[in-house]
Every structure is written in structure tokens, then in C-alpha cells.
């Protein structure tokens, strides 16, 4: 079993920084990858962003490539995920995810999910 509780969203204007945090516990992550999702109302859970748990590298959706940075801290047990230069269309409730295997860009791959976080981006 592994647990993600996810922290760090907010309100913020059009332009600024979040950084959202993804707590986990439970069973060692060495084989995961860990994602970022989102959802806005009335819309599809959306890829963001992953992490290989054990070698670090990163991938991300097109619509926040080079603006957001997904890490991890091992020794914390913690995934961390950068906003910068929010847009208004970045609004919703964000997820932390892990998955053993299995194709990373697709929510029904991950088998475990947070109780998510709420970015709201004004305009």
C-alpha cells in the first residue's frame, strides 16, 4: 500500500508560482513512477507531469512544459511539483499518483491517488 496526501495549493494571480507537495507513506517507492494530474470542473483527469521514483528522469504534458518542474525528495519520501507563470486555464484540483508500470500518461495506470489540492489562477 502506499499513501499520497497532497499540500500547497491556493489562490493566485495569473502569472505567479505554486509549489504543490505529495507526502507518501507505506511502500518503498524504488519501482514507482510518480504522476501529476489535474482536473478542471466538467473536464477530464489530465496528465501533467511524471517522475521515475529511482532515476530521476521527467516528463511532461505539452501545456505546462517549461513552465512547471516536477522533482522528488527521497530521503523526505516527497514529489514536489513547481508552477510558474500561472495562467487562468490552470485552474483545478491537482493529484499526486504512483504507478508500478503501465502507460504513465494515463490516469487508469496509476494505482494510487491523493485526495487532491485546488489551484485556482485569477485573471
Known amino acids: 500500500q502506499v499513501q499520497l496526501v497532497e499540500s500547497g495549493g491556493g489562490l493566485v494571480q495569473a502569472g505567479g508560482s505554486l509549489r504543490l507537495s505529495c507526502a507518501a507513506s507505506?511502500?518503498?517507492?524504488?519501482?514507482?513512477?510518480m504522476g501529476w494530474f489535474r482536473q478542471a470542473p466538467g473536464k477530464e483527469r489530465e496528465f501533467v507531469a511524471y517522475?521515475?521514483?529511482?532515476?530521476?528522469?521527467?516528463y511532461y504534458a505539452d501545456s505546462v512544459k517549461g513552465r512547471f518542474t516536477i522533482s522528488r525528495d527521497k530521503a523526505k519520501n516527497t514529489v514536489y511539483l513547481q508552477m510558474n507563470s500561472l495562467k487562468p486555464e490552470d485552474t483545478a484540483v491537482f493529484y499526486c499518483?504512483?504507478?508500478?508500470?503501465?502507460?504513465?500518461?494515463?490516469?487508469?495506470?496509476?494505482?494510487?491517488w491523493g485526495q487532491g489540492t485546488q489551484v485556482t489562477v485569477s485573471s
Open positions: 507505506g511502500r518503498t517507492l524504488s519501482s514507482y513512477f
Open positions: 499518483a504512483a504507478t508500478a508500470g503501465g502507460p504513465r500518461l494515463r490516469s487508469s495506470a496509476y494505482d494510487y
Open positions: 517522475i521515475s521514483w529511482s532515476g530521476g528522469g521527467t
